[in-house]
């Protein structure tokens, strides 16, 4: 079985710095893909960045990365400089190669409040 | 990129009634759509896997019958809640794959169901 865990309810950040959010996965499906959306209180769900893992490299998307530790199983989402507008609460999720089409499982999420 | 559009966004209905929700895919094709709910301060969960030209899947728990899942074309899937009441009020996101190359889950605005 595939599963996602957050073990952060919810995160605070001053305005301009970095944060990390948490993010460990369990598979024993050697490929799988791993996701960070974000979800401002608005609902939608935002594509933040993906990282595949056969992919050498941790993935960078802007102010966003991924710090994979593969043998230890984790994704963490690195915000640099953070904005106000990064309050909103941050989904991981996996898709593997068993499950079928694009299906996610989602953690339960970190809520983040960025303050001024 | 990909744009998933999702209507109503909101909807109150009385218990008993039914409400149906779209999800179109603007512009790309989707041959498979996926339906989420989420209750507040919860994650994501998947209902059902809806496949164009064919019966939708359904999780383990989800009542088929309930929740009417429809992919009649390649750009629109509805799902219909049958016989709503209190407990089905929730918010239901749908998404597809927009056939990129990471295979990323584009996500509709999401629609804020409350059976009075």
């Known amino acids: 079985a595939q599963k996602i865990t957050q073990t952060q309810p919810g995160m605070f950040v001053q305005e301009k710095e970095a944060v990390t959010l948490d993010c460990t996965y369990d598979?024993?499906?050697?490929?799988?893909?791993l996701f960070w959306y974000k979800q401002p209180s608005s609902g939608e769900m935002i594509f933040l960045i993906y990282q595949g893992s056969y992919d050498q490299q941790n993935a960078t998307e802007g102010r966003y990365s991924l710090n994979f530790q593969k043998a230890r199983k984790s994704a963490n989402l690195v915000i640099s400089a953070s904005q106000l507008g990064d309050s909103a609460m941050y989904f991981c999720?996996?898709?593997?190669?068993?499950?079928?089409?694009?299906?996610?499982?989602f953690g339960e999420g970190t809520q983040l409040t960025v303050n001024p | 990129g990909a744009v998933v559009s999702q209507h109503p966004s909101w909807v109150i209905c009385k218990s008993g009634t039914s409400v149906k929700i779209e999800c179109r895919s603007l512009d790309f094709q989707a041959t498979t759509m996926f339906w989420y709910r989420q209750f507040p301060k919860q994650s994501l969960m998947l209902m059902a896997t809806?496949?164009?030209?064919?019966?939708?899947?359904?999780e383990q728990g989800v009542e088929k019958d309930k929740f009417l899942i429809n992919h009649a074309s390649l750009t629109l899937s509805t799902l219909t809640v049958t016989s709503a009441h209190p407990e089905d009020s929730s918010f239901y996101i749908c998404?597809?794959?927009?056939?990129?190359?990471?295979?990323?889950?584009?996500f509709g605005a999401g629609s804020r169901l409350t059976v009075l």
């Open positions: 809806s496949n164009e030209g064919s019966k939708a899947t359904y």
């Open positions: 598979t024993s499906d050697p490929s799988y893909g």
């Open positions: 999720a996996m898709r593997t190669a068993v499950t079928s089409g694009s299906r996610l499982t």
């Open positions: 998404s597809a794959r927009d056939g990129t190359g990471a295979n990323v889950l584009t």
